[in-house]
């Protein structure tokens, strides 16, 4: 089955850290761009962060500036999202996004979403 799949999310305090991963299966991983999006309680889905094929290709929401960082190992089919000085807005539930940049498959693809909750 074509997929990807979150994990890693969790409850945090203020201050601490988590790391969260995507992993797709059944599909070329190495052909798609990577984006990280979050939903707040009672909020729209947001941009977190994107990596594209190549890891010089990265970008951030300011928001998160400075706190996140993104990172892909293709041989694993895996991309990952650090995160950092974690505060109580980044609470949300985090979804990965794969982008289809060449080759052939799905054009695009969600993940399920894991909750992330930072509070003390």
């Known amino acids: 089955q074509v997929q990807l799949v979150e994990s890693g999310g969790g409850l945090v305090q203020p201050g601490g850290s988590l790391k969260l991963s995507c992993a797709g299966s059944?599909?070329?991983?190495?052909?798609?761009?990577i984006h990280w999006h979050r939903q707040p309680p009672g909020k729209e889905r947001e941009f977190v962060a994107h990596i594209a094929l190549s890891t010089a290709s990265i970008s951030y929401a300011d928001s998160v500036k400075g706190r996140f960082t993104i990172s892909r190992v293709d041989a694993d089919n895996t991309v990952y999202l650090q995160m950092n000085s974690l505060k109580p807005e980044d609470t949300a539930v985090y979804y990965c996004?794969?982008?289809?940049?060449?080759?052939?498959?799905?054009?695009?693809?969600w993940g399920q979403g894991t909750q992330v909750t930072v509070s003390s």
């Open positions: 059944r599909f070329t991983f190495g052909d798609y761009a």
């Open positions: 996004y794969a982008k289809r940049l060449r080759g052939s498959g799905p054009s695009d693809l």
